[in-house]
C-alpha cells in the first residue's frame, strides 16, 4: 500500500524542472555563427555541416540529372519494329 502513496510523488519528481538542468548554449552557437571568418552560414557548423551541405548538393544535381535523362527519353519517338 506504501507503494501507492509515493506514486504522486515520484510523477510530479519526474516533470519537475529541478529535475535536470540544462546549460543554455544558444549565446556560444551566436558566436560561432555571427563570426566573420569568410565561410557562408551552411558550413560555419564544421565538418558535419560540410558533409551534409555536400551530399544534398550531389543528390539535388544527380536528381535534376535523372529527371532530365528521363524527361529525353520519353520524348523520343519509339521505333516500330
Known sequence: MNHL???PVVASRAF??????LK?????AQKLFQEDNGL???IKGGTNDVL???ATMTLAIA???YSLYWLLFASMPQKKS
Open 52 to 54: 551534409l551541405y555536400r
Open 63 to 65: 536528381g535534376t540529372g
Open 24 to 28: 543554455n548554449r544558444v549565446p556560444e
Open 5 to 7: 502513496l509515493k506514486v
Open 40 to 42: 557562408p552560414v551552411h
Open 16 to 21: 519537475s524542472s529541478t529535475a535536470r538542468q
